[in-house]
């Protein structure tokens, strides 16, 4: 349609490289019309989110910090400076120690816990509360979950308790924001051969198993992901928040694996 977003601006938060989930909803949205700006930590990261940003007619990049109030002030102070309002919003972080996301939970540290806890979950309602004082005629703000909030997934540990509390204050932001217009939701993708899943111990078995147990017998593509993010971020997502959506291919309906896999 190449329309469906015509008009609209907002940041994108969370691109690591062209594998990332963030990236598929940049890519998506760019198509459907809508003007792009993307926030990345360090110069390295930079450098490889500038030339996909070119690559959808953006020069909009601003280095963030999100445990840092200097960091995101400047941010939306630039985007405001530029832009003046936005109309969404993507939220595709999250961080943990790779060394805790292996073995038990119980081995879960203090310091990991809260640094978890701050990035994955916390940094989303900062920026939301920046991101609706630009957004006078209502918006939509995303963020990425996954099904390791309410059911154990092997070696996923302090992040399953980060994407609850994620999940949570995905509904909380919903209601406190929906008489502004404002829709808040959750979108759930199984795993992903991403740079963050990569990290998970297990990443590959699990991926396997999902994709061999999902109804779909599939899991999700970044094209599936940026499409719910489009409907979302739309027009057609007007009646929809506090929503988590999954793109999984099912697999959250499922009790136990398929019969031929037992």
Known sequence: MANLMQGKRGLVMGVANERSIAWGIAAALAAEGAELA???????????VEPLAASVGSDFLVDVDVTDDESLDACFAALKSRWGRMDFLIHAIAFSDKNELTGRFINTSRANFQNSLTISCFSFIDVAARAAAMMPEGGSLITLTFQGSNAVVPNYNVMGVAKAALESSTRYLANDLGGQGIRVNAISPGPMKTLAGAAIGGARATYRHTEANAPLRANATLEAIGGTAVWLCSAGGACTTGEVVHVDGGY???????????
């Open 38 to 48: 993307f926030s990345y930590q360090g110069e390295a990261f930079g450098k490889r």
């Open 252 to 262: 959250h309906v499922l009790g136990m694996p398929q019969a031929e896999n037992l």
